[in-house]
């Protein structure tokens, strides 16, 4: 098992958000439309044999940002460059919950780049892989020459928390200022309260792992026996 989403609290943060990062999306109504995808595609699962993919691969592509000067502290006259959001989560619907939507495996990715002709890019991507030999259940990879290791523990496998990670350090400070204006707050609805919970429960799981007797590090590679909830009770 890897992570549960609640399907109607994750189509509504994703409408919410679309509206609150306005500012800073060039296409913010590309997560509606992926709310419509994942609406639709529970829909069918229902009726069918109950499995699910989730992905930005149907439709328009990924959630784009503006374009941006102020991901770093310093000096004007940076070069601008934007980020590119994608994911692909695969799994099914919990057999006691038509709402419940159980992810085996996917991820989300990551993809700075230039904004000019000819410009680099890097890339980098939120895994979910549990039960592998080696794989921290969720875990961050770099794209490269070499690129099977490191994998890097992480705590973001929703993805408008990378959305909203990348975001912040694409825009700095002006994400930063917004993110707690009555507007922003407005318009989020319940997002951060969703966030907090879920962020805080994998957190007390990987306390849980690490006070074990195994080694610590080694710990952390576990994968939990029932899927961590990314929308847990209040």
Request: aromatic share 8%; with cysteine; net charge neutral.
């Amino acid at each position: 098992m890897a992570i549960v989403f609640d399907v109607q609290s994750l189509g509504a943060d994703l409408k919410a958000f679309s509206q609150a990062a306005r500012g800073f999306l060039s296409n913010h109504q590309r997560l509606v439309a992926l709310e419509a995808q994942l609406s639709n595609a529970a829909s069918e699962a229902k009726l069918g044999n109950r499995t699910l993919e989730w992905t930005t691969n149907v439709g328009e592509g990924p959630i784009c940002s503006l374009p941006s000067s102020s991901y770093r502290n310093g000096p004007t006259g940076t070069k601008s460059l934007l980020a590119e959001v994608s994911f692909d989560f695969r799994g099914a619907l919990d057999p006691q919950s038509d709402n419940r939507f159980v992810v085996t495996a996917g991820g989300t990715n990551v993809k700075l780049r230039w904004n000019d002709e000819g410009g680099g890019e890097a890339s980098y991507h939120f895994d979910i892989h549990p039960g592998q030999a080696g794989h921290p259940m969720m875990h961050i990879q770099f794209a490269g020459a070499v690129k099977d290791i490191p994998r890097l523990h992480s705590v973001l496998a929703h993805p408008l928390d990378v959305l909203e990670f990348t975001l912040m350090e694409v825009f700095q400070e002006n994400w930063r200022k917004s993110r707690v204006t009555t507007t922003f707050r407005d318009r989020i609805r319940k997002y951060p309260a969703n966030q907090r919970r879920r962020i805080l429960r994998l957190l007390e799981t990987y306390k849980s792992w690490v006070e074990s007797p195994d080694p610590a590090l080694m710990s952390l590679l576990r994968s939990p026996t029932t899927p961590i909830d990314m929308y847990p009770a209040g």
